[in-house]
């Protein structure tokens, strides 16, 4: 008894000991790797504004992970295309710099973990051919699809809509297709380029950037896109088995000059090898156009002189003084109620510039000189019921939606843009709805702020619960194309109008290509199906053909061109175009392109209501009269029997005199 | 705030008035229903009545079906419901206040004179007067005449509520005020609105007491 006793306070000590010995070295240990990584090496700015200077090496992509790639002189030979990763991180190194840039907003799509945040622009993938305009999105946003839905891997993903990305994401995700694995080795990956946003050179070429990402050419995307370098060929062109580092093993003549190939202007290197990147954390609106433009093709064609820039740049800010974000990248959106790890997200969105904290101790809304907005005769109401947006951004609304055309949509600033305003995809705009539910900001969900619109069109298949999903784009590509005889193409890259007939005859011969399901095509608003006897059946307004919007903050227009400035009756009128606006139904489809919604209807407004609501405007005058005169009424009644009163009580107290 | 403020507001008006009415009887029938009939009788239009006796009562009848379509939609929401007035009840509510402040007017303007206050109007008020002030205020006690006092109060009350109640809205229909003083004018509606609405339900039951008294 003894002896176990006395083990047990053995065994008490022991673990007093290891309880106090195991926390104060730990303590040490986290004190001493603080110790090793002092603020003087960090990469975090030092709080002056003058840009630093980029006069650096260049590196190859690394071929041992961890590891810099060989540095590049002007006499590599052959000339190799440097590597972002390996270039920026010899200085941007500490705490991985890159690894943390790669989870900022631009790049992580595809990180399933990132909140998706409020809807915004999908990619679109078009094809006239079969009739398809799809979004697609890695992000959770209701009404897209993810690639993989559609059969896309990341790599070709990249391919086609690494265009307007500034690398990164997918294009950095390693394959799992075995296809694919060969011509990944040979593109290379499509790494985060820093220049898209950060170079300031006037002589960077984004649009030389996007030629490479279609010619599967990752690898020398970015090094094509900085003004002292020169990228010729293709990597699309070359056979599986090519090595970039031994461009000479090409014994294909054919295929020879499409190597891909680099030639570097040797002054850009100084004595030391070093060049100059012209980079800047004060990044120019111009670099965020190259993939944020848009333009109203109903009003300006292509010509964007014809249409006036945002009202923002034009008073001399840029993107980023609402846009920031710091090393994280973690760019703040600017909508309200924004949950962002960035710190100023809350102060910089519309009502965080130009109200600031309403409640707060000190003034904070006007920051960079934004006007302070008074609202004059605005009932507030419209702030609980509008967002900034709704009166302030985009074009002035008409009796019909437009159609606009995106940077990322489009390809607008690229070489290859097909420059018909009615090219695919239909994209219109302003669509008054209330916008999604998001960041758990209910509050914000149950305003109505201006939109973009598709409408969807895809071969489809449905299932027994009457769940729809897309098919495979190849499987549509193989077969519907070709079972889609004799449509009528042009050159616009509009639709070509498709029969109903043509519907039936594609669905029958997709019938065998579906599984467990039926095959659905939907378009418009609208999904198309067999029935039992083999007959074309179609259900409009079908959840699964809804329309995809997401909100538009840009253009914001000036606050004499906003929509409360004029009368009540501009948007409170049985004409108004805010509530009894047309918005165009978009489809191959005759029958349904003709058809039309009406805005009130994406505001989940009942048309009764809407209605007498408008008209009883026609009456606010008269309400106004009859109420000012009946006022004016019953104060003069008070008045002059206050004054009666004030007579009688002067009369008592003059007799009381006598 | 005044969700709270108002549901206790109500609440306690109509328990006043229902502890008044069972403590301070008036001579009129007891019978729930009986009672109930001879209050209706009492707001219809005399036939004896001139065509001003008419115009004044159907514009008390119409203010008093204004008021209470107005402090249904305006409260109901509001109290209920948890939320601001929209919608249908925005309509009704914006078409009956016209109507209502039309009323108002009318009552006010023919009302005006037989609710002026009197020496005779309270006892106690002129024997408080007499001591307070030492004036010589004409005496002529007749007792139970203290709700007279109490109802043209409340008529004198409602007159100058509805000043603010009505300007209040009228004024933010105008491109004057920012969002600040649209905040304020709401404030004062809904205040106002409040205030209105528990003297309105008092200057009514006052109205029906003194003419069961005086039918007495």
Redesign the interface.
């Known amino acids: 008894m003894v002896n176990t006793h006395w083990k047990e306070v053995d065994t008490l000590k022991k673990v007093l000991f290891a309880g106090l010995c195991v926390p104060s070295l730990l303590a040490w240990l986290a004190a001493a790797g603080g110790a090793a990584e002092p603020n003087a090496v960090t990469t975090r700015g030092d709080g002056a504004r003058t840009p630093g200077v980029h006069r650096i090496p260049l590196y190859a992509e690394s071929v041992e992970p961890g590891k810099l790639g060989d540095k590049i002189t002007k006499e590599t030979s052959p000339a190799v295309p440097f590597s972002i990763r390996g270039t920026c991180s010899e200085c941007h190194v500490y705490k991985h710099d890159y690894d943390v840039i790669q989870k900022g907003w631009h790049f992580n799509a595809t990180d399933a973990n990132v909140p998706p945040g409020r809807p915004g622009q999908p990619w679109i993938y078009t094809d006239v051919t079969t009739g398809t305009q799809i979004p697609l999105s890695y992000r959770a946003w209701p009404g897209t699809f993810r690639p993989d839905q559609v059969g896309w891997t990341p790599f070709k993903f990249t391919q086609f809509f690494g265009r307007q990305m500034p690398g990164g994401g997918a294009g950095e995700i390693d394959t799992k297709d075995d296809n694919e694995i060969p011509r990944q080795i040979v593109s290379g990956k499509l790494e985060i380029n820093c220049l898209s946003c950060h170079d300031r050179d006037p002589a960077h070429d984004q649009a030389e950037y996007t030629a490479q990402v279609a010619k599967q050419s990752f690898r020398w995307a970015a090094t094509a896109s900085a003004s002292f370098a020169l990228v010729s060929g293709s990597a699309k062109e070359m056979d599986d088995t090519f090595d970039y580092l031994m461009p000479d093993m090409v014994m294909d003549e054919k295929k020879k000059p499409l190597v891909p190939t680099v030639t570097y202007q040797p002054s850009a290197f100084d004595h030391k090898d070093q060049v100059v990147f012209n980079v800047s954390g004060k990044i120019s609106a111009d670099r965020c156009y190259f993939c944020h433009s848009d333009i109203n093709v109903d009003q300006c064609g292509s010509e964007k002189w014809q249409g006036d820039e945002d009202v923002h740049l034009t008073a001399g800010l840029t993107c980023v003084d609402c846009h920031r974000e710091g090393l994280e990248h973690n760019t703040i959106r600017g909508y309200e109620g924004e949950v962002n790890a960035n710190v100023m997200a809350a102060k910089t969105s519309c009502k965080g510039c130009h109200l600031g904290d309403e409640n707060g101790n000190r003034p904070e809304g006007g920051r960079l000189g934004a006007p302070v907005?008074?609202?004059?005769?605005?009932?507030?109401?419209h702030?609980?019921r509008l967002a900034c947006t709704a009166c302030h951004s985009g074009p002035w609304p008409g009796d019909t939606t437009y159609h606009v055309k995106t940077s990322q949509t489009h390809g607008l600033g690229t070489r290859t843009v097909n420059k018909s305003p009615k090219a695919l995809p239909h994209v219109l705009y302003p669509v008054f709805a209330k916008q999604a539910p998001v960041d758990g900001n209910e509050a914000a969900a149950r305003k109505i702020g201006p939109h973009k619109l598709i409408w969807p069109a895809y071969w489809g298949a449905i299932s027994e619960d009457g769940k729809v999903r897309p098919l495979d784009l190849t499987t549509v590509k193989n077969v519907v194309g070709p079972a889609l005889k004799g449509l009528v193409f042009t050159a616009a890259g509009d639709w070509a109008e498709i029969k109903d007939a043509q519907i039936t005859g594609v669905l029958k011969t997709l019938a065998g290509s579906v599984k467990d399901a039926k095959p659905v095509y939907v378009t418009g608003g609208t999904l198309y199906r067999l029935n039992e006897g083999g007959t074309l059946a179609s259900s409009w307004d079908h959840p699964a053909a809804a329309a995809y919007t997401w909100p538009i903050a840009h253009n914001v227009r000036p606050a004499g061109q906003s929509l409360g400035v004029g009368k009540?009756t501009v948007c409170h009128s049985t004409a108004s175009p805010f509530f009894f606006g047309k918005v165009a139904v978009d489809s191959p489809i005759a029958s349904l392109s003709s058809l039309t919604k009406v805005q009130y209807e994406f505001q989940q407004a009942p048309h009764g209501?809407t209605w007498?609501?408008a008209m009883?405007f026609i009456?606010?005058p008269?309400?106004?009269v009859?109420?000012?005169?009946?006022?004016g009424?019953?104060?003069l009644?008070?008045l002059?029997?206050g004054l009666?009163?004030l007579g009688a009580v002067a009369r008592?107290?003059a007799?009381?005199e006598k | 705030m005044f969700q709270t403020v108002a549901d206790i507001a109500l609440v306690m008006t109509f328990l006043g008035i229902a502890a008044h009415w069972g403590l301070v009887p008036t001579g009129g029938p007891r019978n729930v229903v009986q009672g109930g009939v001879h209050v209706f009788s009492l707001l219809l239009i005399e036939q004896r009545a001139s065509i001003l006796g008419v115009l004044k009562k159907l514009a008390y009848l119409v203010s008093l079906v204004c008021f209470l379509v107005l402090a249904i939609t305006g409260f109901w929401p509001l109290l209920v419901r948890g939320e601001?007035i929209?919608?249908?009840l925005?309509?009704i509510h914006?078409?009956f206040?016209?109507v209502f402040?039309?009323c108002?007017?009318i009552l006010?303007?023919t009302w005006?004179g037989a609710n002026?206050?009197t020496a005779e109007d309270c006892p106690w008020v002129q024997r408080l007067l007499r001591r307070t002030t030492r004036?010589?205020?004409a005496t002529e006690d007749q007792p139970g005449r203290c709700a007279v006092l109490w109802y043209k109060a409340t008529f004198?009350l409602l007159?100058?509520l509805?000043?603010p109640l009505?300007?209040s809205?009228?004024i933010?229909?105008?491109?004057?005020?920012?969002?600040s003083w649209?905040?304020f004018t709401?404030a004062i509606h809904r205040w106002t609105g409040l205030v209105f609405a528990v003297v309105a339900i008092l200057h009514t039951y006052l109205a029906i007491r003194t003419r069961m008294v005086y039918n007495t």
Request: hydrophobic share 60%.
């Open positions: 907005p008074t609202h004059k005769g605005i009932p507030t109401v702030f609980e009540c209501r007498a609501f009883s009456f606010r008269w309400f106004k009859v109420a000012i005169g009946a006022a009424l019953i104060g009644v008070l002059l029997y009666r009163a008592v107290l007799e009381q | 601001h929209s919608g249908y925005m309509m914006a078409t206040a016209p402040a039309l108002l007017a006010a303007v005006a002026r206050f004036l010589h205020v004198w007159m100058f509805a000043l009505i300007l809205i009228v933010s229909m105008f491109h004057i005020l920012g969002t649209q905040h709401m």
